[in-house]
């Protein structure tokens, strides 16, 4: 079969080599998924097959013609298509016009509304957001959302190769579900998918071929049937990954936190829950159900309308107005958009990791000590397997992944004892993952609360004591890890849509 896409000899260096001689065929009909860890080189690929990136050396041909795009939109009008691994909508323009920008319907210089309003509703229903209304400003929308609207402003187009990097980062199970719902369509009409992701899981369930990709080199090619699960990490991480007990030696000690009839906005109505020291609480829920508004609230991102907040027993609520009452108070909170507020994108990475702490690295009279700070940092950037040339390197300059690292880490390196964090893998690779539930597992053990909010479920199954199920902005249940299965936690979460709701 001749290969829609052909890549032949790929190089691409920046201060070290990131692509060294890839050769690939992307076949039509095919989903190909590339694997690798953080900074293997996934993103770099994909953007130099949709003319974001100029290889250093190597050729291209699409459907036996030598294809060699200056940019995005020669690649586009080639029918290659990228869905980025960071977000990249205009916050301030509307869910429609993220769609179709570029493409936008206008009569004599005029915009018509009411028919890009119609189509912008059929792409969204046809990717299950029926209920999203197109005229919503984006920066209204959570960052799954965010990512839907991203999806769908490539889906639309016409297409030949579609590339989806890590699409399903932030996304749960049931948009999950309708991704692959439209994956499958472009397949039966023969568009070739390049589809990257850190979920194994998904691989498993959509990919006809595997790709692995390891320090610049493609590692395997092989069909899905052929490669279990462990091999690909076996192949990604270059050893065996085991199984570990995350929730293994700890004990629940008195209560940290206590919430009660929380409102904040629509998303907010009546949370009522305990966290405590030494566990691990997950909160799940649908995108939407609420579940980051939660935190935000807590943390005082987001004014609190009602409802009380206790710490360490106190009979008296705490007042937490702003996220510096919070961290005050001893409240951390990893949020879930990285790129809009967790980094700062013109700083280095040793500066994005001690923001919050570099008073504890000053001496008597003040003097931040650089060695003591460097030192510092270079520690969690083993610890955490950050690759990056050294930690002066400008943090916009590191893959998705491997920011993500420093973020966590940040917050780590704060001594606070109520940890709040919001999808704190997400873009992780599988190892890095392991030593992020493995960090999150001693904190606990030493005595601090931790709240992950996660929409990977396997994930919180595996590292938390308790899990908090949210649904269309109420808490439907809560269930101890004896007690939970994956369905019991599903037909949790979709029960506040179904059932009539009271007012509070
Ligand atoms: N503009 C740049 N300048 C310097 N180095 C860069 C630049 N862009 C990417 N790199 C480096 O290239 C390497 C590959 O990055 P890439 O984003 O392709 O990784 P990835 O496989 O997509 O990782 P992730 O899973 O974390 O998304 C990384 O080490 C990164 O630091
Ligand atoms: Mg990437």
New binding site residues.
């Given amino acids: 079969m001749r290969p829609t896409l052909a890549m032949r000899g790929l190089c691409k260096s ?3 080599p ?1 692509l060294d001689g890839i050769d690939l065929d992307l076949l039509p009909g095919e989903v190909h998924a590339l694997v ?12 130099i097959l949709a003319g974001l ?1 100029p290889p250093d050396s190597g050729t291209l041909e699409l459907e036996g013609e030598p294809y060699s795009p200056s940019n995005k939109r020669a690649a586009e009008q080639a029918g290659i298509h990228l869905v980025m ?1 960071e977000l990249n909508l205009i916050r301030t323009l509307s869910v429609a016009e993220n769609i179709f920008l570029d493409h936008l319907p206008h009569r004599a210089g005029w915009i018509r509304y009411p028919q890009l309003h119609r189509d912008a509703a059929e792409v969204l229903a046809r990717i299950g957001l029926p209920h999203l209304d197109p005229q919503t400003p984006v920066e209204q929308l959570g960052v799954g959302q965010q990512q839907m609207v991203e999806i769908a402003s490539r889906l639309w187009r016409p297409c030949r190769v579609l590339i989806l ?2 699409p399903t980062a932030a996304l749960t199970d049931p948009e999950v579900a309708s991704l692959f719902h439209q994956i499958r369509q472009l397949q039966s009409q023969g568009v070739a998918i390049l589809y ?1 992701s ?1 979920r194994l899981e998904e691989i498993r369930q959509i990919a006809n071929r595997i790709s692995v ?1 390891r320090d610049g080199h493609l590692v395997a090619t092989r069909l899905a049937t052929e490669l279990p699960i462990d091999d690909v990490v076996r192949l990604m991480v270059g050893r065996e990954l085991g199984t570990a007990n995350f929730t293994a030696g700890r004990t629940r000690g008195p209560i940290a936190l206590a919430v009660r009839n929380l409102h904040a906005g629509d998303r907010v109505q009546n949370i009522s829950f305990d966290a405590f020291r030494g566990e691990i609480l997950g909160v799940s829920g649908l995108m939407g159900s609420g579940r980051t508004e939660t935190v935000r609230a807590i943390f005082g991102a987001d004014p609190i309308e009602s409802g009380q907040i206790f710490l360490h027993g106190n009979t008296q609520p705490a007042t937490i107005r702003s996220p510096r009452d919070a961290v005050r108070l001893g409240i951390a909170l990893l949020t879930e958009d990285r790129k809009g507020q967790g980094l700062f994108l013109s700083l280095a990475v040793r500066e994005n990791l001690t923001v919050n702490t570099l008073p504890s690295f000053a001496s008597a009279v003040g003097w931040i000590s650089r060695i003591r700070e460097t030192a510092s940092v270079r520690g969690w950037l083993q610890k955490l397997q950050v ?3 050294s930690p002066e ?1 400008g943090i ?9 690292k420093v973020v966590v880490a940040r917050w780590l390196l704060r001594d606070c004892d109520i940890l709040l964090f919001d999808e704190p893998t997400r ?3 599988v190892g890095a993952r392991f030593e992020i539930y493995q960090l999150l597992a001693d904190l606990a053990a030493q005595g601090k609360c931790i709240v992950v909010v996660s929409s990977d479920l396997t994930e919180l199954m595996m590292i938390s004591d308790r899990i908090a199920v949210l649904s269309n902005g109420r808490l439907t249940a809560e269930f101890t890890r004896h007690a939970w299965t994956q369905d019991k936690i599903m037909a949790a979460a979709l029960s506040g849509y179904l059932s009539p709701t009271t007012t509070p």
Wanted: aromatic share 2%.
């Fill in positions: 920046y201060a070290t990131v690798g860890e953080n900074g293997a080189g996934k993103s770099t690929l994909s953007r990136t691994q990097d890590e990257i850190h990709l690759r990056c040339d390197q916009a300059q590191l893959s998705g992944g491997n920011q993500q873009g992780v690779d």
